[in-house]
T-cell receptor, first 113, second 114 residues
């Protein structure tokens, strides 16, 4: 089984809808991250969490919110989806003892029409 | 703020030929440098990293990268590529005081041709 899982893997939604992307990990890591990947732009950090009570905004947090329900679960929400949020979304984790090696999930491809 | 530039968005190369993927960074403070690889339909995986010490670092599958402080570069090289090396490669940087966050470049798609 994969160490970092994301659900759903693909989602098509309409403008204005609320949507939640979920991430679960079995690696026992404290740190979790949400990124979006756009062609030609690489990965940009949306939010990150160093533990259940510690949530931080990343480079592009506007229009997104997160919830760290447990050490192993980190959800990303789009309160009112818009077309320019169409992207590939990745969840990642890292261990406090080696914070630079991040372990990525397989990604969620989100399309907002 | 730090930034990472990957000048080549696409690099096609024939199998068994050498390849170099270029990465330049800008930062006014000390940096840590990384290369991540993304195979088709997968998440990213760490390929190699430079934190300190020897400026030449190697991966287990034959890639190497050299930290050049004067040229602010961290180019990735492999002397002989295989079809299985086809992937997108991302250079990333972390600087002191950034809570050990990574800033990624825009990626280079390496396509190895038979």
């Amino acid at each position: 089984d994969a160490d970092v899982t994301q659900t759903p893997r693909n989602r098509i939604t309409k403008t204005g809808k609320r949507i939640m992307l979920e991430c679960s990990q079995t690696k026992g890591h404290d740190r979790m991250y949400w990124y979006r990947q756009d062609p030609g732009l690489g990965l940009r950090l949306i939010y990150y969490s160093f533990d259940v009570k510690d949530i931080n905004k990343g480079e592009i947090s506007d229009g997104y919110s997160v919830s760290r329900q447990a050490q192993a679960k980190f959800s990303l929400s789009l309160e009112s989806a818009i077309p320019n949020q169409t992207a590939l979304y990745f969840c990642a984790t890292s261990d406090i003892r080696d914070p630079y090696e991040q372990y990525f999930g397989p990604g969620t491809r989100l399309t907002v029409t | 703020a730090q930034s990472v530039t990957q000048l080549d968005s696409q690099v096609p190369v024939f199998e068994e030929a050498p390849v170099e993927l270029r990465c330049n960074y800008s930062s006014s403070v000390s940096v840590y440098l990384f290369w991540y690889v993304q195979y088709p339909n997968q998440g990213l995986q760490l390929l190699l990293k430079y934190l300190s010490g020897s400026t030449l670092v190697e991966s287990i599958n034959g890639f190497e990268a050299e930290f050049n402080k004067s040229q602010t570069s961290f180019h990735l090289r492999k002397p002989s590529v295989h079809i299985s090396d086809t992937a997108e490669y991302f250079c990333a940087v972390s600087v002191s005081g950034s809570a050990r966050q990574l800033t990624f470049g825009s990626g280079t798609q390496l396509t190895v041709l038979p």
